[in-house]
């Protein structure tokens, strides 16, 4: 089992920014991926920005250039640093890890509980 807890949300108008950070303990894969997600309301939830154990990072195309995710190997934490909000990011944000040779969805993969983020116009 993986518990994951997300901090950093919040209310911000357009143009702010606001930092996701998220912290894992538990079963860890030394060779994990590492990753937000969102969801908006009547919405699915979409792939917001991942990056794996190497550094490697991947992005929609909505949020390149304005979120920035990091990580911390050694304390198992991953950060969104999201610049330039607009009211379309609004959403539940949510962590997200899994091994690397295991699928987004299904049994090794976790999710946080979530956070809010709310961006006014």
């Known amino acids: 089992q993986v518990q994951l807890v997300e901090s950093g949300g919040g209310l911000v108008q357009a143009g702010g920014s606001l930092r996701l950070s998220c912290a894992a303990s538990?079963?860890?894969?030394?060779?994990?991926?590492m990753g937000w997600y969102r969801q908006a309301p009547g919405k699915q939830r979409e792939l917001v920005a991942t990056?794996?154990?190497?550094?490697?990072?991947n992005y929609a195309d909505s949020v390149k250039g304005r979120f920035t995710i990091s990580r911390d190997n050694a304390k198992n934490t991953v950060s969104l640093q999201m610049n330039s909000l607009k009211p379309e990011d609004t959403a539940v944000y949510y962590c997200?890890?899994?091994?690397?040779?295991?699928?987004?969805?299904?049994?090794?993969?976790?999710w946080g509980q979530g956070t809010q983020v709310t961006v006014s116009s």
């Open positions: 538990g079963s860890i894969a030394s060779i994990n991926v």
């Open positions: 997200h890890i899994r091994p690397q040779w295991a699928p987004d969805w299904g049994a090794y993969a976790y």
């Open positions: 990056i794996t154990s190497g550094r490697s990072t």
